[in-house]
């Protein structure tokens, strides 16, 4: 499915920039727009709440699926990349995506320390 969306300067020269940086990883060229339908992806794939409404209609209906199992956890990518582009950027996908949910929780535990000074002071 093809969309078209229209995207924040800031957010569009963060795409770039992080496209570059895959770039510098992976030695090949990654085209920021293709970097889109990942990301989303994942952020859906990590949604709790999400995960959870699903699993309860799940167990209401007793449906069965067909279609092929997704690769690498994103059902699209068979569709857009080759398994070797898919490889060559899982890698430093999932460790950017660690190095950023490490630097997030840091973030909000000095936050929550933060708050918690103030509270006292």
């Known amino acids: 499915m093809k969309l078209t969306i229209a995207l924040p300067a ?18 090949k060229t990654i085209e920021p727009a293709k970097l889109i339908a990942p990301m989303l992806e994942k952020f859906v794939a990590s949604d709790r709440g999400l995960a959870k409404a699903r699993n309860a209609t799940k167990k209401d209906e007793a449906s069965t699926s067909l279609s092929p199992k997704p690769l690498f956890g994103f059902p699209y990518i068979t569709e857009r990349f ?24 840091q973030f909000r535990a000095a936050s929550t320390a933060a708050e918690s000074d103030q509270m006292g002071a």
């Open 82 to 105: 080759s398994v070797e582009e898919v490889r060559e950027m899982t890698p430093p996908l999932a460790s950017r995506i660690a190095k950023l949910e490490a630097e997030l929780a």
């Open 10 to 27: 800031a957010l569009h020269r963060n795409l770039i920039a992080y496209a570059e940086f895959l770039a510098k990883e992976t030695g």
